[in-house]
């Protein structure tokens, strides 16, 4: 065998090198591409903002705000899309970048449709009944967007699942506190939400184990699985799809209960015909033989996760919009409008789903990998308990923590989990307390991360918030 010239060797050697670097220097350009992209969304906000208010007073507080608003909701974005594609990219329904796309249109058009209920509750009953007007309640809400969207930055960096409603209430009443005292806070209207993150995460976690249970009796525990899936899985996808309608219609103050009612359903048949066919086609191709759970499941997973980026943005555009509306109310003695209102929703929806698709790739794996194992099954059952929870407590106004949603949806099914398969095994002999602790499939070092985070973000962000109204001069 002949052998090549060592030079030649050499040269082979030498271009691998430079191919190697060709690459790392485009990774590294990516990373510095999205961070322009993201500074041109706030330079450009900053600047559209001040044009289309040019009426407004203090036009320098008015940028700034605009400019804060725009990185906090990129933030948001980039921190929360794990809620929504967490589970559905680990259990291999939805790739990422296709998911990420598809949640970023969706959370636009939750923020516009079904993002102003929410708003309202934070704009009047938090802060907004007790501050005055002018240059001091416009400074103190700057000083809460900046403390909140540090907060949040901090934590997407670190890897860490924050709320990002916990965050903006937090930096809300601290920066009220540290300019007005404690009577600027609504400590009824605090209650109300701080019960509302209380119980949510419960309502989910209680939901996820139903569906999972309801799962399991249905199509994974029956003899012919192909025929269950075919059954029922588009009646699963059908009633998603008519739950996203029905929301949007009821957000959205529809022309009529006939319409409504008729679009539910047009909306329920698209869903059922289309995964009817989808699933058809993948037994033919199968040739008779055996699929996996996660393909006959990837369509109501894909169309829970897409339903859940809408349930995100119609709650947690709110995070960015009720600061902002509340800095232009206390600069326009004029009062606010339906127009305005509208532009500031989608100042958040856009800003939220640019952050998705910047900045949003971190986070994916945690909440579907690190808490408990998700196979597609278990994705399902968290994607739709967390985005029906969501979704009710939109419609109620009230503004509710994703990530603590869906965080105890993933606690629910593993529970569940653990629940069933010590149930199985104590029917046969009764388990050592090793064995039972080897059965943990909750990963109790993650759920106590978690809780600590929850627990530490409202007091640091207040504390962050107030310092920057005492030092900074806000």
């Not at 399991?216 to 008519?242: Q, Y």
């Not at 194992?373 to 994607?383: H, K, M």
């Not at 969501?390 to 965080?407: D, E, F, I, K, Y």
Request: aromatic letters at 6%; a positive charge; one cysteine or more.
């Amino acid at each position: 065998m002949r052998r090549e010239p060592r030079e030649y060797r050499t040269l082979d050697k030498d271009l691998s090198r430079v191919t190697h670097t060709e690459r790392a220097v485009l990774h590294s350009a990516r990373s510095f591409m999205r961070l322009g992209l993201g500074l041109i969304f706030i330079a450009a906000t900053a600047y559209v903002g001040t044009g289309f208010f040019a009426d407004q007073p203090a036009l320098g507080i008015l940028a700034a705000s605009m400019a804060v608003a725009a990185y906090l909701a990129m933030s948001i974005g980039g921190n929360d899309v794990a809620n929504a594609l967490g589970p559905a990219v680990a259990a291999g329904a939805i790739g990422m970048t296709t998911g990420l796309l598809s949640v970023a249109v969706l959370e636009v058009l939750g923020a516009v449709i079904a993002g102003g209920g929410v708003t309202a509750t934070l704009t009047e009953g938090l802060v907004g009944s007790t501050l005055g007007e002018g240059e001091a309640t416009a400074r103190m809400m700057l000083a809460a967007l900046l403390a909140a969207g540090s907060w949040i930055s901090l934590a997407t960096w670190l890897g860490a699942p924050v709320s990002t409603t916990h965050s903006v209430v937090g930096a809300i009443a601290g920066a009220g506190m540290a300019s007005f005292g404690l009577g600027a806070v609504n400590w009824p209207a605090m209650a109300m939400i701080a019960f509302g993150w209380i119980v949510s995460p419960l309502v989910a976690g209680l939901i996820a184990a139903g569906l999972m249970a309801l799962l399991r009796w249905l199509v994974m525990d029956r003899e012919d699985r192909l025929a269950a899936a075919r059954m029922w899985m588009p009646i699963a996808v059908a009633l998603t799809s008519a739950m996203l309608a029905g929301v949007a219609e009821l957000a959205w103050h529809g022309t009529g209960l006939a319409a409504n009612a008729v679009l539910v359903l047009v909306c329920a048949l698209l869903g059922w015909v289309y995964t009817r066919r989808r699933i058809d086609r993948q037994l033919r191709g199968a040739g008779g033989g055996r699929l996996a759970m996660k393909q006959l499941l990837a369509v109501p997973l894909a169309a829970s996760a897409l339903v859940m980026g809408f349930a995100h943005g119609a709650n947690d555009t709110s995070n960015v919009a009720a600061p902002l509306t509340i800095i232009l109310d206390s600069l326009s003695a004029a009062g606010g409008d339906a127009l305005r209102g509208r532009l500031v929703l989608l100042l958040g929806g856009l800003g939220i789903a640019l952050g998705v698709l910047l900045f949003g790739r971190r986070l994916v794996h945690m909440v579907g990998s690190r808490i408990t194992r998700l196979n597609a099954a278990r994705a399902l059952c968290v994607s739709l308990a967390t985005a029906a929870t969501v979704l009710a407590a939109s419609l109620m106004g009230l503004p509710v923590s994703t990530t603590h949603v869906a965080v105890g949806g993933v606690f629910g099914v593993g529970f569940y989990r653990e629940w069933r398969d010590r149930r199985l095994a104590a029917s046969h002999a009764p388990l050592p307390d090793e064995e039972r602790r080897r059965r943990h499939l909750v990963r109790r070092s993650y759920m106590r991360m978690i809780l600590g985070a929850w627990l530490v973000t409202v007091p640091a962000a207040a504390a962050l918030a107030a310092a920057l109204v005492w030092i900074g001069g806000f």
